[in-house]
C-alpha cells in the first residue's frame, strides 16, 4: 500500500481527479486489513431476557417444559398478538411462515444485537453512608445494551475503564449468541474477538479522548489477539502490555510449566500517562540505582548511543576543579576541533569526558547548561586528584522530584552541592516497570478468600481477582483525580467498584465506579435449579445470578462493614491503609436492572419512570433522583426536569437559585421552545426529551 501512496501522489501532480478516483477505489481495499486481524465480525449474536416485559412485535423463544433439561426450541419467534395471557407467534426468518401460540410465562425476550433498543433503568435499591458524594451503580443488564445506554449518559465522559472479559478457556466460562463456548468450537476465538470488538467500540465512545485509559486484563489463551484487536480499535493510543504474578503457588499444568501470571493491557488516550505514587520497596529492585530514599546523581559524562566527541562538538569542554575542595573553579569552552588539550588554569585540575579506553567523549550538558545547572547545586565533584575526578550531576527528572517537595534539601557540600538525608521508609514514589511480581496480588489469598471466608462467608465466586491488583492498576492514573469516572463492564464480583472505594479513603475525593454485570446463573447451577421444575425468570432462579447472589451483596458489604445476614465482617484490610473491615466505607451505592421501552412509550413521554434514572445518572448521580415530575417541574441538587413549558420562568429561577445544577433536562417536542428556554440557562447544559434519547438510541452504530 505504501507505494500505491506514493503512486497516488505522482498521479495528483498529473491529473488529480484520476487520483482522487484511483484513491476512492483504493481505500475499501485497505480496509480489509490483510496485514491485521480477521474474523467473522459479523456472526450472529443475541441475549435472551428472563424476566423482561413482552410486546406485541417482541422477539421471543418458548422455554422447554419445566423439570426438562436441553435448550428447547432454538428458534425464534415473534409475538403478533397477546390475549388473556397467550401469544400468538410466527416464524419470521423462514421462507414458510409457520405459526404457533404458547402462554406468555413459556416465552423468553430474545435482543438481536443488529436491533435497536431503547434501554430504560428500575431501581433495585441502595445503600447510603457517604452523604453527598456521588453514588456508585451496579447496573443488571447484558454489558453490550448497556453500554449503549451509557452513550447517552456518559459519552466522553469516563476517565478510566477497567475490564476483565472471559478468558475463553473453553471451560463453559461464557456465552455467545446464548451458548457456552466448548473448547473444541472451530471458530472460539473469532467469536470471542467479535464479541470483545463490539463492546470495545462502544467502550470508546465513552473514554475521554484527551486524557483516560482503558485497562484489560487477560492470560495467555487470547492476550496476542487481544493486543492486535487493541492496536485496530485504539490505533491513536499508547498501548503497553504488563506481566502480572497472580498465584505464587504456580497452577500446575500437566507437561506444561506451571502459571503464575497474567497480562495486563494499558490502553492510553491522550495526555494520559502513568503517574508516579508511593510504592513499597517491593515494586522496585534491590539492587537498582533508581529508588535509593535520595535523589539519583548521575555521571555527566554522556554513555550509549552518540557518546562521542564527534557525535556533538559542542560538549568537549574542560572543567576546571580545585583539588583542595574538591570544587568546580571554572568552566572552559568547547575545544576546536583536533585540539584534545585543556589550556592550564592555576591551581585547577582540567576534567575533560574522556572514556574508559581514552577515547574521546563529550558531556550532556553544554558549558552554558552546566554554569546554570552548577548554580542551582546540581553539580557534585567526586574523587580526587591521583585517581582522578568524577562530575556528577542531578537531571531533570531528579531535580523535579526536589522542586516538587518530594526530597528536601538539607544543605549544600563543599562543592555547593545539594545535600539530602536518605530516607528509609518502606515507601517510595515511583512508577515501577512492567513484570509485577507482588505478594498483594495474589488473586486466591486477596480475591477467592477475601470473597468466600470474609465479605460473603460460604458464596463462591470463579477466579475473582485480587482486590489490590485491581487498587493498583488504577492507582497510577486516577489516584491525583478526585473525581473521577470509572466503568467496569464485565464486573463480576465487584471487584473494581470496591477498589474505586479504598482509593478515595487513601487519597480523598469521591471517586465513582459504574459496574455493569448479567444475573447469568452458573452452569453447574443450572442443571440443578432445572431439576427442582425451575427456568430464567422465576425468582428462585435469578436469586442465583451473578449480580444478585454475589455483585450487589459484596459492594453492599464492602459499604456497610456487615455480611449478608448482618454480622460484622471479620477480618482487616493490608497494604496501604490498614483497618476493619467492618468499619465499611463512607460511600453511597445504587443498584438498578436495564430495561427495554417502546420507543413510541417514550416519545409520547409514557415512561418517564423508566428514562429518570439515567437523567440522574448523567448529572453525575449525586444526590436526590427525580422519579416523577407530577409538578410541571422539578429541581434537585444536580438537575432539573421541564415538563411543562408553560413554568418555563419559574423552572428558570429555581435553577438559578441553586449551585451545582450541571443540567437541565426539558420536555418538548417543539425545538424553538426548547431553544428558548436554553437561552435561558447559558452556563448549564440543556437536553431535549426524548430527542436527544431517541436520537443517541438511534445512532449507537451497526454492529
Known amino acids: 500500500m505504501s507505494r500505491l501512496s506514493d503512486l497516488l501522489r505522482a498521479a495528483s501532480q498529473l491529473d488529480p481527479q484520476l487520483a482522487k478516483d484511483l484513491e476512492e477505489e483504493i481505500q475499501p481495499l485497505q480496509k480489509r486489513l490483510p496485514f491485521g486481524l480477521n474474523f467473522e465480525r459479523h456472526?450472529?449474536?443475541?441475549?435472551?431476557?428472563?424476566?423482561?416485559?413482552?410486546?406485541?412485535?417482541?422477539?421471543?423463544?418458548?422455554?422447554?417444559?419445566?423439570?426438562?433439561?436441553?435448550?428447547?426450541?432454538?428458534r425464534l419467534w415473534?409475538?403478533?398478538?397477546?390475549?388473556?395471557?397467550?401469544?400468538?407467534?410466527?416464524?419470521?426468518?423462514?421462507?414458510?411462515?409457520?405459526?404457533?401460540?404458547?402462554?406468555?410465562?413459556?416465552?423468553?425476550?430474545?435482543?438481536?444485537?443488529?436491533d435497536r433498543i431503547y434501554p430504560g433503568l428500575r431501581p433495585d435499591g441502595e445503600v447510603a453512608r457517604g452523604g453527598d458524594k456521588p453514588f456508585h451503580t451496579v447496573i443488571n443488564g447484558e454489558n453490550f445494551h448497556v453500554l449503549e445506554q451509557l452513550t447517552f449518559t456518559h459519552e466522553r465522559a469516563v476517565d478510566a475503564i477497567y475490564i476483565d472479559p472471559p478468558y475463553n478457556t473453553g471451560a463453559r466460562d461464557w456465552k455467545?449468541?446464548?451458548?457456552?463456548?466448548?473448547?473444541?468450537?472451530?471458530?472460539?476465538?473469532?467469536?470471542?474477538?467479535?464479541?470483545?470488538?463490539?463492546?470495545?467500540?462502544?467502550?470508546?465512545?465513552?473514554?475521554?479522548?484527551?486524557?483516560?485509559?482503558?485497562?484489560?486484563?487477560?492470560?495467555?489463551?487470547?492476550?496476542?489477539?487481544?493486543?492486535?484487536?487493541?492496536?485496530?480499535?485504539?490505533?491513536?493510543?499508547?498501548?503497553?502490555?504488563?506481566?502480572?504474578?497472580?498465584?505464587?503457588?504456580?497452577?500446575?499444568?500437566?507437561?506444561?510449566?506451571?502459571?503464575?501470571?497474567?497480562?495486563?493491557?494499558?490502553?492510553?488516550?491522550?495526555?494520559?500517562?502513568?503517574q508516579r505514587v508511593a510504592l513499597s520497596r517491593e515494586w522496585v529492585s534491590s539492587k537498582g540505582r533508581t529508588h535509593t530514599g535520595a535523589p539519583r546523581w548521575d555521571m555527566l559524562r554522556r554513555s550509549g548511543g552518540g557518546a562521542r566527541r564527534q557525535d556533538s562538538p559542542g560538549g568537549f569542554y574542560p572543567i576546571y576543579v580545585d583539588p583542595a575542595g574538591?570544587?568546580?573553579?571554572?568552566?572552559?569552552?568547547?575545544?576546536?576541533?583536533?585540539?584534545?588539550?585543556?589550556?592550564?588554569?592555576e591551581g585547577a585540575v582540567a576534567v575533560l569526558p574522556l572514556r574508559k579506553?581514552?577515547?574521546?567523549?563529550?558531556?550532556?550538558?553544554?558549558?552554558?547548561?552546566?554554569?546554570?545547572?552548577?548554580?542551582?547545586?546540581?553539580?557534585?565533584?567526586?574523587?580526587?586528584?591521583?585517581?582522578g575526578f568524577v562530575v556528577s550531576i542531578l537531571k531533570d527528572g531528579e531535580y523535579a522530584k526536589i522542586v516538587d517537595g518530594e526530597y528536601t534539601p538539607t544543605g549544600q557540600g563543599p562543592d555547593g552541592s545539594l545535600t539530602f538525608e536518605r530516607d528509609e521508609t518502606d515507601l517510595v514514589r515511583a512508577v515501577p516497570g512492567t513484570q509485577w511480581r507482588i505478594s498483594s496480588h495474589d488473586a486466591t489469598q486477596y480475591g477467592s478468600r477475601l470473597l468466600r471466608d470474609s465479605l460473603l462467608p460460604g458464596r463462591e465466586f470463579p477466579f475473582p481477582k485480587s482486590l489490590y491488583a485491581v487498587e493498583d492498576a488504577l492507582r497510577f492514573f486516577i489516584a491525583d483525580n478526585p473525581n473521577a469516572v470509572v466503568v467496569d463492564f464485565f464486573s463480576g464480583s465487584g471487584t473494581t467498584a470496591h477498589a474505586v472505594m479504598r482509593l478515595?479513603?487513601?487519597?480523598?475525593?469521591?471517586?465513582?465506579?459504574?459496574?455493569?454485570?448479567?444475573?447469568?446463573?452458573?452452569?453447574?447451577?443450572?442443571?440443578?435449579?432445572?431439576?427442582?421444575?425451575?427456568?430464567?425468570?422465576?425468582?428462585?432462579?435469578?436469586?442465583?445470578?451473578?449480580?444478585?447472589?454475589?455483585?450487589?451483596?459484596?459492594?453492599r458489604a464492602a459499604i456497610t462493614g456487615a455480611t449478608a445476614t448482618g454480622g460484622p465482617i471479620k477480618g482487616e484490610y493490608r497494604f496501604v491503609d490498614e483497618f476493619p473491615i467492618a468499619d465499611g466505607f463512607a460511600e453511597n451505592a445504587a443498584f438498578f436492572t436495564l430495561t427495554y421501552e417502546s420507543?413510541?412509550?417514550?416519545?409520547?413521554?409514557?415512561?418517564?419512570?423508566?428514562?429518570?434514572?439515567?437523567?440522574?445518572?448523567?448529572?453525575g448521580a449525586r444526590?436526590?433522583?427525580?422519579?416523577?415530575?407530577?409538578?410541571?417541574?422539578?429541581?434537585?441538587?444536580?438537575?432539573?426536569?421541564?415538563?411543562?413549558?408553560?413554568?418555563?420562568?419559574?423552572?428558570?429561577?429555581?435553577?438559578?437559585?441553586?449551585?451545582?445544577?450541571?443540567?437541565?433536562?426539558?420536555?418538548?417536542?417543539?425545538?424553538?421552545?426548547?431553544?428558548?428556554?436554553?437561552?435561558?440557562?447559558?452556563?448549564?447544559?440543556?437536553?431535549?426529551?426524548?430527542?436527544?434519547?431517541l436520537r443517541n438510541c438511534e445512532s449507537t452504530g451497526d454492529f
Open 176 to 274: 455467545y449468541n446464548n451458548d457456552y463456548v466448548e473448547g473444541d468450537d472451530l471458530y472460539r476465538h473469532s467469536k470471542w474477538l467479535a464479541f470483545m470488538e463490539r463492546r470495545l467500540k462502544l467502550a470508546k465512545r465513552l473514554l475521554k479522548p484527551a486524557n483516560s485509559v482503558l485497562i484489560v486484563s487477560i492470560d495467555e489463551k487470547e492476550y496476542l489477539r487481544l493486543g492486535l484487536l487493541l492496536e485496530q480499535t485504539f490505533p491513536e493510543a499508547d498501548i503497553q502490555m504488563v506481566s502480572s504474578q497472580i498465584n505464587p503457588a504456580a497452577s500446575a499444568r500437566m507437561g506444561s510449566f506451571g502459571r503464575v501470571d497474567e497480562y495486563i493491557y494499558f490502553v492510553r488516550l491522550g495526555g494520559a500517562v502513568a
Open 599 to 619: 420507543p413510541f412509550m417514550v416519545s409520547t413521554d409514557r415512561a418517564f419512570a423508566a428514562i429518570a434514572p439515567m437523567l440522574w445518572l448523567r448529572a
Open 78 to 114: 415473534r409475538v403478533e398478538s397477546i390475549a388473556d395471557g397467550e401469544a400468538v407467534l410466527s416464524t419470521p426468518a423462514s421462507e414458510d411462515v409457520e405459526t404457533s401460540s404458547a402462554p406468555l410465562d413459556d416465552l423468553l425476550l430474545v435482543a438481536e444485537f443488529r
Open 326 to 345: 574538591p570544587k568546580v573553579k571554572a568552566v572552559g569552552t568547547p575545544l576546536p576541533t583536533g585540539v584534545s588539550d585543556a589550556p592550564l588554569v
Open 43 to 74: 456472526a450472529p449474536e443475541a441475549v435472551e431476557l428472563a424476566g423482561h416485559k413482552i410486546r406485541k412485535g417482541s422477539k421471543v423463544r418458548i422455554l422447554p417444559p419445566r423439570g426438562t433439561g436441553g435448550q428447547g426450541d432454538r
Open 504 to 555: 478515595n479513603k487513601q487519597y480523598g475525593g469521591s471517586r465513582q465506579c459504574i459496574s455493569v454485570t448479567n444475573n447469568e446463573v452458573s452452569a453447574e447451577e443450572q442443571g440443578k435449579l432445572r431439576a427442582q421444575g425451575l427456568r430464567p425468570g422465576d425468582p428462585e432462579w435469578e436469586q442465583w445470578g451473578i449480580c444478585d447472589y454475589i455483585t450487589k451483596p459484596r459492594i
Open 357 to 387: 579506553d581514552g577515547s574521546e567523549g563529550r558531556w550532556m550538558w553544554s558549558s552554558q547548561e552546566f554554569e546554570r545547572r552548577l548554580a542551582q547545586g546540581r553539580v557534585r565533584i567526586s574523587g580526587n586528584a591521583r585517581r
Open 623 to 693: 444526590g436526590a433522583r427525580i422519579d416523577s415530575v407530577d409538578q410541571g417541574f422539578a429541581v434537585v441538587d444536580s438537575y432539573g426536569v421541564l415538563r411543562d413549558l408553560d413554568q418555563a420562568a419559574e423552572f428558570v429561577d429555581a435553577l438559578r437559585e441553586r449551585d451545582g445544577i450541571r443540567i437541565a433536562y426539558i420536555v418538548t417536542d417543539d425545538e424553538g421552545r426548547y431553544q428558548q428556554v436554553a437561552s435561558e440557562l447559558p452556563r448549564i447544559e440543556t437536553v431535549r426529551l426524548y430527542e436527544d434519547y
